[in-house]
């Protein structure tokens, strides 16, 4: 069964604008790591956030991650071309499985 | 570092023939894990291993789908005999544990005909 749930499926923006993405979980996880994917690549580790954890930065990557709501968000700031990519959450339960959700598919328009 | 190396980068075969995806994890990573991408179903894992053994396989569609890594360096991910609904990418990825950051390869795309 799905863990992670990005929402929304898809989401296309002006360059510039900020992109948020969410992601819902069922149960109780370890850490929970977002991911992106470019058309035709593997997917590369953005950033891994810990359960004890509500907030964290990576340069223009913000993701916060709140356990009560069993949801995590990850905000793209000053959006690029570049940005364009599929991104997919992925929860460490556990029982020490990771699991990818299905991703949203992001579109920076010029 | 070269990174997580899978070969071939795309298959094309008929159905009934072996497959064989092969993948060298980044040296050093004590975790590999192999998933399989459609757009119907997302990324699945299919199996992963720690310290070159086997720890979850539950993701193997079924029998005809096999996984070994017979050494640190190198896995294979076999499928005798393929059939059409096997058709897809394949990721190998591999990370220094199961719970920190994976990295992936570039995949392989698979197709049955």
């Known amino acids: 069964s799905q863990q992670g749930e990005e929402d929304p499926q898809a989401l296309s923006i002006q360059e510039g604008e900020n992109a948020t993405m969410n992601c819902s979980y069922k149960t109780s996880i370890n850490n929970l790591q977002w991911y992106r994917q470019n058309s035709g690549r593997g997917l590369v580790h953005l950033i891994l956030?810990?359960?004890?954890?509500r907030e964290k930065h990576s340069g223009r990557l913000r993701v916060t991650l709140d356990t009560s709501k069993k949801s995590s968000s990850l905000l793209i700031t000053a959006s690029r071309a570049a940005d364009t990519a599929s991104y997919f959450c992925a929860t460490d339960r556990l029982d020490d499985k990771i699991i990818f959700g299905k991703g949203t598919r992001l579109h920076i328009l010029p | 570092d070269a990174g997580v190396i899978q070969s071939p980068r795309h298959e094309v075969t008929e159905m009934g023939q072996e497959v064989t995806l092969r993948c060298k994890p980044i040296s050093g990573h004590n975790s590999l894990f192999w998933y399989r991408q459609t757009m119907m179903r997302g990324l699945e894992l299919l199996i992963y291993?720690?310290?070159?053994?086997?720890?979850?396989d539950s993701g193997m569609p079924e029998d005809r789908f096999s996984a070994k890594m017979p050494n640190a360096s190198f896995s294979t991910l076999k499928i005798q005999p393929s059939e059409p609904r096997d058709s897809a990418v394949y990721f190998c990825?591999?990370?220094?544990?199961?719970?920190?950051?994976?990295?992936f390869g570039d995949g392989t795309r698979l197709s049955i005909l």
């Open positions: 291993f720690n310290n070159n053994v086997p720890i979850d």
């Open positions: 956030i810990r359960s004890n954890e």
């Open positions: 990825a591999s990370s220094l544990a199961s719970d920190q950051p994976q990295h």
